[in-house]
């Protein structure tokens, strides 16, 4: 079946279904197989990891360090993956080479970041993605203009993306990681309701959007990792 016959089918079949059943339905469907989860272990990300722990503990999770990340980050990807009993961590770097000829200073951030984001997470994640059919993400429609009509299942490229959480709200997040006494980022409570690279991440007012920190005062709202393929962050740069 083509993929995006299998698309429409999914988003139909499974409107109504709540995040758990989108999750256990793809990871036990061979046509959608092999599938892993893409997870930055930022200030929302354990609700999909203990949904995923739930299913498959052996479900592999892809955790792109970017070499910039806040030192809060490493410590809390390895706490939750240990606490969770996840077995397939699969923690990507910058290819070396490439941040010797194209950031050796790790400065580049300050000249063009979508640079930089294409050099830390578009290529590496590209690498590590050949392997598999499909990704999960852990987007939801509230966070801002650009993932308000964002669906269930989509297309990204040749391979199928998988967004169970795309309907829940900051309330819901916060009511499942009270249910499940999960623990929260660190940063969080010092007003990072969302956590990229350090560079790159401010704190956030009361009154802001969650993700108003991530990149502040630029026109700059995605990293380019869930741009569709062929899209350009910039002249030279195609996302995943």
Known sequence: MPLEDIIKSRNTGLARADAQTVLRDSLADSALAPLALVSSFGAESVVLLHM??????????????????????????????ETLGLRDIRVITPDRADILAEDVDGILHQADTDACCDLRKARPLAK???????????????????????????????????????????EDLKAYMARHALPRHPLVARGYPSIGCMPCTTRVAPHENSRAGRWRETAKTECGIHLKSGQ?????????
């Open 52 to 81: 995923i722990a739930q299913i498959d503990r052996a479900t592999p999770v892809i955790f792109l360090d970017t070499e910039m990340l806040f030192p809060e980050t490493l410590a809390y990807q390895r706490a939750v993956a």
């Open 128 to 170: 590590a993605l050949r392997p598999f059919g499909g990704w999960i993400t852990g987007r939801k429609q509230f966070q801002n203009g650009e993932r308000a009509k964002l669906s269930l299942f989509e297309a990204d490229g040749a391979r199928i993306k998988i967004n169970p959480l795309a309907r829940w709200s900051a």
């Open 232 to 240: 350009r962050t910039r002249p030279g740069v195609t996302a995943v």
